[in-house]
């Protein structure tokens, strides 16, 4: 350790540079108030900022989640109760969100612009010091509960957003599995606690226990503030210190998380879980194996149990998962993952199982571990599974997500439990550890340890029950049902009059003094320019090369776009399902056990999907491609295209057994997609029948495909060698030279290389041409109702503006804003308690509006129908268009890893759309007028009065509400 050096108040207590992420880090702890704080300093300019609290829940109430919500609600310097909602609309964040976890809340903000960065620290760090939640109760009624009722003769209802969020999340039975999964294993400790809040207890909560939750929890002395990137941190470090941090002195009682007993014996127990009624459920129980092990904050152990979960069960040669599946005792098989906790607990789920079978699954399970333990663990999987893992490290989160922010879930998880928070980023020594397991039997005595001989364990058979959404629904009705009766008319009137006195908070408007105090940048601050992604383009006879040289840390991103123009319709959930078989089955030269391993020992991902896309110019052009996309350090690219080849171009189908249990896997792991994605099911449904690309994205992911799955799955015994010959018949026939398109992200050399090398690949692909296949789409017309065993409903709304006459503009994306953060924000989530909702305007002409776990159906195809009159009366100052801009502009620029650039320069190569098309939206978002706005009225009523939605929901609402829908579908069979 260095010398204390003071700076802002803070005391150094160590510095230290990790080369594997390239950076500093500077652990300081503020002397006056004991807050803890890590600078982690390095050239990205995705800056971060994140304050952290230890939250420990008391009771179910959902407290610690309710809190996350409120302190957002306007604080002492930025009094506007929306001003959580301004900073997202009208800020360049490139990440602004809250989340609450079993034993911590965390408030993390990022933005490349430094003035927008301070700006964002700043107002997180009022919000949650000095929030105006001690002045204001409605702000718990709203973001937790309050009664509803407006007339004496009305129903009394319970509204909130936290109330219904839970609500929706109790709904989904995975959810549920891990919730009672984790509280199963902490009998007396306050992890047995929901601290999301179960909405049959969330009403428990009072204003006053509330009131000291935050006092008890929001101290400076139980905050962990992380900071990452090319920021200025003696501006940051000085505002923290002088504005709110010396304001505390560290004389608190610490928050303490007690130590959970260990079991003497493995517990075994049965939870239930809501079906649809009327559903066979003699193949829907779920059994679930928990353990905990370790505690924390020991790093070793975390990574040792999460790389032992990767070898058991995570690839295609994982031995634990491939027992289970050819067991056929169950149908899908993963992991329960709840490392972070203060003992880290793990668990391993089996779905789809008979409930006679469940203890000749409990014995196999059992038994598959003895074996690995006595005949050891094959050294290629645990290589292969530790290469990819550290090709992850390296690399870093993909997609859009800031790096500083992936690497503060990895500190905060260590540092809330006492460990040293730089240890969490230096990687390279845990692994170094991990890879004993190559030499010796590390992992072997893993398993003895954490699983087979824990009794700190438990069983837990999840027991299906048709209609139980349904009862737990009824339950809470005739619970208020009965508490009205009970009511004095005094008492009655009394809350009539608070739910008014509510709903006028509700409706005042911030003051323009209080929206002023929001720090925020002008137009001045943006770059006019969009960015450029580059291309270079090369032509070898039929096939196209696209190159995008930059900057990837010595990785080449590889793909190859295999022209589907030939196919027809009926073959396209083949496809679907070709692609997702890849990996998963033998290939000309590998067993499938042989190729998962050398995939994961050489590669940093290989996989195939479809990937269908509208033309730019003309949407009804649908572009239908296979992608096959690989990733490797520069030095295996050779094995990369090799592999590439077996994986996509040599699959073989005649291991029959296996064929029946992915296929079995595949439909069980799409069923639990449909409940994540709900919302988009209903979106995508609302236009399938009139919108071709939205039917053929249905036929190979949606529900049409889930049909698909289950239909193969009921004739795989008597049909398996038709369903064979049917995948070699894909195999031969799409996948051609003709239209081939080739695409490498790296830098220069790298590209060069991989061209050079591209040969064994390209040789293996058949130089065949098929004429394209002629589509008819005929477009029908109804409006559909999902039946899901869910409380609550996601409703969509919308239709194709082209066909009404319309085309698109940037200046959508300024609307979208608008709606988004305003209009639907204030009618359906604060107004109606739906958790989430939003509109959309898509280039290719589709406009949809959706609600996410959504307590209601009517009132908010209603809300959406009344936008139009909403926007004529829209009002807003020069600067408030500013910010709506402004908002807009940080999607626009969020910034790309480079493999995001390849992938994106792709895209408008395929679509055709140019640069000069994006400099066009640019620049008609910077130039959105009012008058734009007030404009779109009339578009959005004439798509509106076309009355087309889709509702997936739960079941006794859509049956209440039959007469809007053409027809009921069960979202399941
Ligand atoms: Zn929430």
Same mark, same amino acid.
Do not use: V, W
């Given at each position: 350790m260095k010398k204390q050096v003071e700076k802002n108040g803070f005391e150094l207590l160590e510095t230290r540079e990790i080369k594997e992420i390239s950076a500093t880090a500077y652990y300081y702890e503020h002397?006056?108030?004991g807050a803890h704080f890590l600078n982690v300093k390095?050239?990205?300019?995705?800056k971060v900022f994140c304050v952290t609290f230890k939250t420990v829940p008391?009771?179910?109430?959902?407290c610690p989640h309710i809190m996350e919500h409120s302190v957002?609600?306007?604080?002492?310097?930025?009094?506007?109760?929306s001003t959580f909602m301004e900073l997202i609309k009208g800020s360049l964040h490139t990440f602004i969100n809250a989340m609450t976890d079993s034993d911590m809340t965390l408030y993390p903000v990022a933005s490349t612009n430094n003035k927008d960065f301070y700006n964002l620290a700043r107002v997180y760090m009022d919000s949650v010091f000095f929030p105006k939640i001690y002045e204001q109760p409605h702000i718990l009624s709203q973001e937790g509960w309050h009664y509803d009722i407006k007339d004496p003769e009305d129903e009394l209802k319970i509204i909130g957003v936290v109330y219904n969020e839970m609500k929706g999340a109790y709904s989904s039975p995975d959810n549920l599995i891990e919730l009672n999964n984790q509280i199963a294993q902490f009998?007396?400790?306050?992890?047995?606690?929901?601290s999301g809040g179960n909405p049959k207890e969330?009403?428990?909560?009072t204003y006053e226990d509330f009131i000291n939750f935050h006092k008890k929890h929001y101290h400076p002395s139980n905050s962990y503030i992380f900071l990452y990137g090319d920021a200025d941190e003696n501006e940051i470090m000085e505002m923290m210190d002088k504005?709110?941090?010396?304001?505390?002195?560290?004389d608190v009682e610490p928050v303490e998380l007690p130590f959970q007993k260990p079991f003497t014996r493995t517990k075994k127990l049965e939870v239930e879980y809501p079906v649809e009624?009327?559903?066979? $459920?003699?193949?829907?129980y779920h059994l679930s194996l928990n353990y905990t092990y370790g505690k924390n904050p020991d790093l070793i152990t975390v990574f040792a149990i999460n790389a032992l979960m990767d070898i058991l069960m995570?690839?295609?040669?994982?031995p634990l998962k491939r027992a289970i599946l050819e067991s056929g005792l169950a149908h899908d098989v993963r992991v329960s993952f709840n $490392?972070? #906790?203060?003992q880290p607990t793990f668990g391993i789920i089996c779905k789809e199982v008979k409930k006679e079978n469940i203890p000749a699954l409990v014995q196999l399970i059992t038994d598959e571990l003895n074996r690995l333990v006595k005949e050891g663990i094959d050294k290629k999987l645990i290589e292969a599974v530790l290469n990819r893992r550290e090709f992850f490290l390296r690399e870093?989160?993909?997609?859009?997500?800031p790096k500083g922010l992936y690497y503060a879930f990895n500190v905060y998880h260590h540092w809330i439990h006492g460990?040293?928070?730089i240890d969490a980023l230096a990687f390279e020594d845990i692994l170094k550890e991990l890879r004993r397991g190559l030499t010796e039997p590390y992992y072997e005595e893993l398993i003895k340890k954490?699983?087979?001989?824990?009794?700190?364990s438990s069983q837990i058979t999840y027991v299906p029950v048709p209609g139980l959404a349904n009862k737990w629904e009824q339950e809470i009705k005739e619970k208020l049902a009965e508490e009205k009766k009970k009511l004095s008319e005094a008492m009655l009137n009394k809350l009539i009059e608070e739910t008014r006195e509510f709903q006028q908070w509700q409706q005042q408007q911030p003051t323009p003094e209080e929206l002023a105090r929001i720090p925020f940048l002008t137009l001045?601050? #943006?770059?006019p320019e969009a960015e450029a992604y580059p291309l270079e383009l090369e032509k070898l006879g039929t096939k196209t090369i696209l190159t995008h040289p930059l900057k990837t840390n010595g990785i080449v991103y590889l793909k190859a776009y295999f022209d589907?123009?030939?196919?027809?319709? %009926?073959d396209l959930p083949w496809l679907a399902l070709y692609a997702s078989l890849m990996g998963m089955v033998d290939s000309k030269n590998y067993n499938y056990v042989d190729l998962s391993n050398e995939i994961y020992s050489h590669t940093g991902d290989l996989n195939l999907i479809l990937n269908l896309r509208p033309s730019?110019?003309?949407?009804d052009i649908i572009l239908l491609k296979f992608l096959l996309s690989g990733k490797a350090l520069q030095n295996k690219t050779d094995k990369l295209i090799e592999l590439a080849k077996e994986f996509a171009l040599y699959p073989l189908f005649d291991d029959y057994d296996r064929l029946k249990l992915l296929i079995r896997e595949a439909k069980a792991k799409l069923q639990t997609r449909l409940f994540y994605f709900a919302e988009s099911i209903a979106i995508n449904r609302l236009f399938a029948p009139s919108s071709q690309i939205h039917h053929f994205l249905d036929l190979t992911s949606g529900l049409d495909y889930y049909r698909f799955l289950c239909d193969l799955d009921k004739k795989l015994d008597q049909d398996i060698e038709n369903i064979a010959h049917k995948l070699e018949q894909v195999r031969e026939t799409y996948?051609?030279?003709?239209n081939l398109l080739i695409s490498i992200t790296s830098d220069e050399e790298a590209i060069k290389e991989t061209i050079n090398g591209l040969n064994p690949l390209l040789d293996a692909i058949p130089d065949k041409v098929y004429p394209p296949f002629e589509r008819y789409f005929h477009p029908t017309d109804f409006n559909e109702g999902i039946i899901a065993p869910i409380q609550v409903q996601y409703c969509a709304k919308g239709g194709n503006f082209f066909r009404k006459g319309y085309s698109y503009s940037g200046k959508l994306r300024v609307l979208t804003n608008i709606l988004n953060s305003e209009y639907l924000y204030r009618e359906l989530? %604060?107004?109606?308690?739906?958790y989430g909702t939003w509109a959309g305007f898509t280039l290719n002409g589709y406009m949809y509006f959706v609600s996410y776990?959504?307590?209601?159906?009517e009132r908010t195809l209603e809300v959406y129908d009344q936008t139009p009159e909403y926007l004529r009366n829209f009002e807003c100052s020069k600067r408030d268009m500013e910010r709506y801009i402004i908002g807009d502009i940080s999607n626009l620029d969020y910034p790309k890893t480079p493999e995001g650039k390849g992938a994106q320069s792709d895209d408008d190569y395929i679509t055709g759309f140019t640069q000069e098309d994006r400099q066009q939206i640019r620049d008609e978002v910077l130039s959105t007028r009012l008058e734009d706005i007030h404009q779109y009225a009339d578009m959005i009523e004439e798509v509106m009065s076309m009355n087309h939605y889709c509702v997936v929901g739960n079941e006794a609402k859509l049956k209440a509400a039959?007469?809007?829908?053409?027809r009921l579908t069960p979202l399941l069979s």
């Open positions: 002397k006056k108030s390095c050239e990205d300019n995705n008391q009771d179910n109430t959902g957002l609600n306007g604080s002492k310097n930025f009094p506007a109760k009998p007396d400790s306050p992890y047995k606690y929901d969330i009403p428990q909560l504005e709110y941090l010396s304001q505390f002195k560290k009624e009327g559903k066979d $459920i003699s193949e829907q995570s690839t295609p040669a994982s $490392i972070c #906790i203060l870093g989160p993909s997609g859009n997500f460990g040293n928070p954490s699983m087979l001989k824990n009794h700190h001045e601050d #943006i770059n589907l123009d030939h196919s027809p319709e %009926e730019y110019q003309d949407p996948f051609c030279q003709n989530r %604060e107004k109606g308690g739906a776990r959504d307590p209601n159906l039959s007469k809007l829908f053409d």
